[in-house]
């Protein structure tokens, strides 16, 4: 099993769409946080140490969570998938993004 979490800003948009989309994956446990500190659910020390895998939208989010959070990160793999925040929630396209950037990383051991 491996547990991912998906970060943006906010967790509205692109964060929370790809946790739905990659819950229903039967090796997968999904969560979702954002960077910024009014985010819906915000990034905290015990979401990074539960994660194996962290896909960060932007090279920003990565570059915050590093100097942020950096001794959270344990062994975690943080993953850039350079998606911009031009997406709605749940959008056809978004989904289709975050399905072709996303999955070739679930399929390694």
């Known amino acids: 099993m491996k ?5 943006c800003s906010q967790n509205k948009l692109r964060s929370p769409t790809a946790e739905q989309v990659f819950s229903s994956y039967s090796a997968c446990e999904c969560s979702s946080a954002g960077l910024n ?4 659910n ?12 962290i896909f960060v939208m932007e090279k920003a ?3 915050k ?15 850039c998938l350079d998606i911009p925040d031009d997406y709605d929630f749940m959008d056809p396209i978004l989904i289709r993004l975050l399905q072709a950037k996303v999955t070739p ?3 390694r051991g």
Do not use: C, Q, Y
């Open 3 to 7: 547990n991912l979490l998906f970060i």
């Open 37 to 40: 500190n009014d985010a819906d």
């Open 42 to 53: 915000p990034v905290t020390p015990e979401l990074l140490e539960w994660a194996h895998l």
């Open 61 to 63: 989010h990565k570059n």
């Open 65 to 79: 969570l590093s100097k942020k959070f950096k001794k959270h990160l344990g062994k975690a793999r943080v993953i």
């Open 105 to 107: 990383f679930l399929a």
